[in-house]
């Protein structure tokens, strides 16, 4: 039976284009936060600020999304130790990722980072006791080649304290995408995105009054443009969730270490060596195939379940 278009709504395709339109400025915003959380570093700001101007700046911006959007009694809960869990990581994971990036070039900290999915692999086995296949670890095995080749320990020009650090904080990024998925069953994404940015508001506010000291204008403008940036990729990437599947724009991420070399260049004159483009396409191969394999067994699920009549 054919399908009738409902007025006033748009085609799939333009649904897709959509999403992949703002998850593309969303990933922009993300290297230009990065950037400006680097550069400031550069000028004295320490890592609790960086951490409290990320957070500080965002928890307004979701406290307006809600209000606009879905409403701020999305924000209950009645899984109050779940959200100070998956806080607490999510703090872990953005202080060591941070701290990575403060250590090393913007494109190696980007690069290695993304060997999350890689890491949330893993622990979906040992969390979440989901079965995973040859093909998902074969994918597995490619991410961490291409972490190693960027890193390159044999005569490698990066500090191993960032690389440490930047492996630590994609391992705890990985643990949060476990959670959220957990979490996810019976919370909104509105009540995790607040709670998460409440907590950590609160934790670098009182690490301000041991570690915030006088900085020249230009390091609080990138402090503040950092945390603007990244509240507005957060949202960015909300949207583009909500108009067209994760299969169709999580690919677009990886366009974020082209940015971030980009930006290393304008900024540092500096441009990822052989062995980091090397590495990144191993990465990007592990993500894609990761991503499309789940989008498979998804629609097999989809297709295997009997219609409700």
Partial sequence: MAHTRMAGS????????QGILL???????????SAAMKWASEGGASLVELVFFRSAVGLPVTLAWLALGPGIGAVRTKRPGAHLLRSM?????????YQGLMLLPIADAVTIGFSAPAFATLLSVLVLHEKVGPHRWAAVAIGFLGVF???RPSGSALPLAGIVYTLLGAAASAA???????????????SIVFWFFLSTTLVSGVGMLFHSAPHPPFTWALLLFGGVTGAAAQLLLTRALQVAPVSVVAPFDYTQIIWAALLGWLIWSTLPGLNTAIGAALIIASGLATAWREHRLHKDMVAATPPIE
């Fill in 176 to 190: 949060a995408t476990v959670t959220i998925r957990e979490m996810s069953r019976v919370e909104t994404h509105g």
């Fill in 23 to 33: 998850r593309s400025i969303a990933v922009v915003f993300f290297a230009l936060m």
């Fill in 10 to 17: 748009q085609p799939r395709s333009s649904h897709a284009l």
């Fill in 89 to 97: 990581i999510g703090m872990v994971s953005l202080t060591m990722l």
């Fill in 149 to 151: 080749i960027v890193a």
